[in-house]
Nanobody, 117 residues
Framework: QVQLVESGGGLVQPGGSLRLSCAASGVIFSISDMRWYRQAPEKQRELVASIDSGRRTNYLDSVRGRFTISRDNTKKTAYLQMNSLKPEDTAIYYC???????????WGQGTQVTVSS
């Protein structure tokens, strides 16, 4: 069974930066898309960024230019570099990946990002 372990969340001041990591453990042959979602209190979950096996990326309009998603296939890890953070970025961030062979999706446990003075 594949497990995703997230790290890197925390409290940061507006304008600051955080780097989230999502490491996959267990048996997985190949990872297709990797994604980061977030959910703020009283709001719907939204897709923040995605990266496919060819490293093509897509971003939520509100984070484009500030966030960068990347992946390390050897380490089976996805990253989300978040710069110029704003209070409205405050949310629980979840990583998600899809197994290319089985098409099964796996989710991280979530990591809290709080942007506040």
């Amino acid at each position: 069974q594949v497990q995703l372990v997230e790290s890197g969340g925390g409290l940061v001041q507006p304008g600051g930066s955080l780097r989230l990591s999502c490491a996959a453990s267990g048996v997985i042959f190949s990872i297709s898309d990797m994604r980061w979602y977030r959910q703020a209190p009283e709001k719907q979950r939204e897709l923040v960024a995605s990266i496919d096996s060819g490293r093509r990326t897509n971003y939520l309009d509100s984070v484009r230019g500030r966030f960068t998603i990347s992946r390390d296939n050897t380490k089976k890890t996805a990253y989300l570099q978040m710069n110029s953070l704003k209070p409205e970025d405050t949310a629980i961030y979840y990583c998600n990946l899809r197994d290319r062979r089985t098409s099964l999706e796996y989710w991280g446990q979530g990591t809290q990002v709080t942007v506040s003075s």
